[in-house]
């Protein structure tokens, strides 16, 4: 066999390796999914604009970080509830709903623009689809931002390494 041959730089590119769970861990790659994830948002709240007579759920729309007990990073873009959030009705515009009667609680009443009534015969909501279309559209710019970003975060930690 050869003697006298020598690969050099094999020590510090396995030191490299073992460290980037480390230093691309969760915390870079959630700063990864979210900042792609805007782009998301931004269309979401485009589309959803047209449809959301009340501004509620078009105000409601953002990104949630996924509490994952593993190593995984997770976001989630989409109309939030809870916490001065009301994207109670998303689903509904996404949707749509059938014509329904709609009644009030044993022993109540409803209240309808000022007068109290026992029922309502509601005509529906004709479905104004806007996550769909919004991830039809920038699916390809987030899928690209996040793999531009992860090459760039990978080739800045391995430009401090001596290979020679």
Request: with cysteine; proline share 5%; net charge positive.
């Amino acid at each position: 066999m050869s003697k006298g041959l020598e690969f050099v730089g094999f020590k510090e590119a396995a030191q490299v390796l073992d460290s980037l769970p480390k230093r691309v861990g969760n915390k870079v790659m959630t700063k990864v999914l979210r900042k792609n994830a805007g782009i998301l948002v931004r269309e979401e709240k485009r589309l959803s604009s047209n449809a959301d007579v009340t501004g509620e759920t078009t105000r409601s729309i953002g990104i949630l970080v996924g509490r994952n007990a593993g190593s995984a990073s997770s976001v989630t873009v989409g109309p939030r509830r809870g916490n001065g959030y009301k994207g109670h009705h998303a689903h509904l515009l996404e949707y749509g709903a059938a014509p329904h009667v709609i009644l009030p609680k044993k022993g109540k009443t409803l209240a309808f623009q000022g007068r109290l009534i026992r029922r309502v015969n509601h005509p529906g909501l004709a479905a104004q689809p806007f996550i769909r279309p919004a991830v039809a559209t920038a699916l390809p710019q987030v899928q690209a931002g996040i793999q531009t970003d992860l090459r760039a975060c990978l080739d800045n930690n391995f430009q401090d390494v001596n290979f020679g």
